[in-house]
């Protein structure tokens, strides 16, 4: 009977790291016993493996041998004797989901020691308890979404109680894909005394919380959010079954976005792209854009070398094909099928070497994954994009006022909103791209309004009021504010639907969006 000692390592792990710490612990109580954490820990270790476990409401025989086999000589030796059929009947796993559905009494003691005494203890616990959910999740050969989305949203539960503490500890909080190798003095260790790599070398990979943390931070996007963690998720439970020489499901990484313009594509593909090469699904991570123009040539036996020239310029990381449904369209004599003859093949040669994820209007991108038998089987998963609602879109504005050192009083939030309202919900709605033209709409006439004054304060400099924000299309000005028009929106036409992009311009915004880069939610 083979066994998968997967679980054993983990725990093994998790019971070696936080036993010293808890000990550590008890010892700084009143009336503290340090010779109990052993036994807590390895208590704690079984009931988040059966939470783990019970995440899919099913308990495998395989999780259940890992499970019998690894906590018999460290909790109940008569799990040694137990079959698979056994455990499940006396329901050992049954309803343990419960464990995941908050922090755990460890993790809140811990997590007060962080706060009193600026340790990293509860970050420690953090990294080995997310390293023994990815085994579990691991000990089948097919993954759920119901295990993946408890991962998620435990991961979630845990860190967001971390990032709370920020300020107050100097701990690095890194993924499950990399814990220290030890912790001491109850804190974990980090790489700041490691000589920085040479100026030609790439940077290091990002930790994974650290590119999650800053997908969750971007306004709105729930279940794209949700999706991106699944596929992250996914990954790293395969990276586990691969180092352990373990069957791995092969699964496309290729993917569609659909949605309108400025609802985030591209942001969410630049930190896929990062997510991917911290996995190592990839060796670089850069995201490579292009589009019908980049791709399709005006010759015979053109295009295909064009299409090669491009995946060779995202060769080890994301290549995001905007508007790829564009590629469908045109006469006969047109090139675009050939383009995409050239992308399927390209995917299959080089499926260890890139990920391509195809962009744009949901309808029209179904066009595009049914032009070739060989893409919906490259592309089998498709996220969407909702349009942002008037009130991510009034949050969008005032970050951007924030980035840019503006203040909003409420009667400017008022009209914002107000403005957002009145604009028609239809195809190509500009989402964050209309919140920036407002934004940059409403800075220049402020600056048109201020120039009248002969001695501004610094708070009417920075204070975007009222009647900076331009009035509703079809209604009357409001009295003593600016005349400027108000910005537009470029739709795309019913034949060919195409996403505007900003041109180069030289307001009073550019230098801050120069050193600050772009904008999260204006992409596409």
């Known amino acids: 009977m083979n066994i998968d000692l997967g679980l054993e390592v983990a725990v093994s792990e998790f019971v070696r790291v936080l036993t010293p710490i808890l000990a550590e612990v008890y010892d700084g109580l009143p009336g503290g016993n340090p010779d109990k954490a052993y036994g807590d820990v390895v208590v704690e270790a079984f009931n988040l493996s059966c939470g783990f476990i019970d995440a899919d409401g099913r308990a495998s025989d395989d999780e259940l041998r890992a499970l019998l086999h690894t906590f018999a000589p460290l909790l109940d030796a008569r799990f040694a004797t137990l079959s698979p059929a056994e455990a499940r009947a006396k329901a050992i796993t049954v309803a343990q989901r419960r464990v995941l559905s ?8 811990l997590l007060a020691v962080d706060r009193n005494q600026g340790t990293a203890c509860a970050t420690a616990y953090y990294q080995h308890a997310m390293a023994l959910g990815h085994m579990v999740a691991s000990l089948d050969a097919a993954t759920s979404r119901s ?20 300020d107050k500890t100097a701990a690095s909080i890194t993924g499950p894909e990399g814990p220290p190798e030890a912790v001491g003095n109850a804190a974990a260790q980090t790489a700041a005394g490691e000589a920085p ?44 079954r691969a180092e352990r020489k373990l069957p791995v499901l092969e699964t496309s990484r290729h993917l569609v976005f659909t949605g309108n313009p400025g609802t985030g594509k591209t942001t969410v593909a630049r930190l896929l792209a990062e997510i991917y090469r911290t996995l190592k699904v990839v060796d670089r991570g850069q995201l490579v854009e292009t589009d019908r123009s980049g791709l399709v040539a005006g010759f015979v036996g053109h295009t295909a070398l064009k299409v090669t020239e491009v995946f060779d310029r995202a060769d080890q990381g994301v290549l995001l094909i905007d508007e790829a449904y564009s590629l469908v369209r045109g006469s006969e004599s047109d090139f675009g099928q050939e383009a995409i003859d050239t992308i399927v093949k390209l995917v299959e040669d080089r499926r260890d070497r890139i990920v391509v994820i195809a962009a744009g209007y949901p309808d029209e991108m179904d066009q595009f994954v049914n032009a070739n038998p060989g893409l919906k089987s490259r592309f089998p998963r498709t996220i969407a994009f909702p349009d942002y609602s008037t009130d991510e879109l009034v949050v969008i504005f005032e970050r951007l006022g924030e980035r840019n050192h503006y203040n909003c009083d409420p009667d400017a939030i008022g009209r914002v909103r107000a403005w957002i309202d009145a604009q028609p919900r239809t195809k190509g709605f500009g989402n964050g791209r209309l919140a920036r033209n407002l934004f940059e709409e409403a800075a220049g006439r402020q600056a048109t309004r201020l120039v009248e004054l002969t001695e501004p304060t610094d708070e009417q400099l920075v204070t975007l009021t009222g009647a900076d924000i331009p009035d509703i299309p079809g209604t009357l000005p409001t009295p003593g504010t600016p005349t400027t028009p108000a910005p537009t929106e470029t739709h795309p036409t019913e034949t060919h639907p195409t996403e505007t992009h900003p041109t180069e311009t030289h307001s009073v915004l550019d230098q801050d969006r120069a050193a600050d880069g ?7």
């Open 102 to 109: 908050k922090p755990t009494a460890m993790f809140d003691v």
């Open 518 to 524: 772009p904008d999260p939610h204006l992409d596409k």
């Open 147 to 166: 295990e993946l989305l408890a991962l998620d949203d435990f991961r979630s539960l845990l860190f967001h109680k971390l990032q709370s503490l920020a």
């Open 197 to 240: 790599p040479p100026a030609e070398e790439m940077s290091p990979a990002r930790p994974l919380d650290e590119l999650l943390a800053e997908l969750d931070a971007l306004v709105g996007m729930t279940e794209v959010k949700r999706e991106i963690k699944l596929v992250a998720n996914l990954i790293a439970v395969q990276n586990l």
